[in-house]
Nanobody, 119 residues
């Protein structure tokens, strides 16, 4: 069972920055995909950025050039740097892990961290 704990959310003015952290209970080198998703009330949880253990990254178009996902393998932590924040970035941000375990892909989620951007 992979456990994920997010932190770093908060209230920030438009144009500001935050760094979200996701601490993982085991080595992230063994986790195929780590990602950040976000969700607003009444809406589905959408992908923001993902990072594979082969070094590739993918971003949703609305955050390209503003957000950066990174991994610290030594600390078993995945980060999401949020720059040039906009009010529409307000959401609960969730960390997600996808791990291949004995040929089966298992998905794990953190509890979420609130990001609120004021105009």
């Amino acid at each position: 069972q992979v456990q994920l704990v997010e932190s770093g959310g908060g209230l920030v003015q438009a144009g500001g920055s935050l760094r979200l952290s996701c601490v993982v209970s085991e080595s992230i080198v063994s986790i195929d995909v780590m990602g950040w998703y976000r969700q607003t009330p009444g809406n589905q949880r959408d992908m923001v950025a993902i990072s594979t253990n082969r070094g590739s990254t993918t971003y949703v178009a609305s955050v390209k050039g503003r957000f950066t996902i990174s991994r610290d393998n030594a600390e078993n932590t995945v980060y999401l740097q949020l720059n040039s924040l906009k009010p529409e970035d307000t959401a609960v941000y969730y960390c997600k892990a996808i791990k291949n375990q004995f040929g089966k892909l298992n998905t794990y989620w953190g509890q979420g961290t609130q990001v609120t951007v004021s105009s």
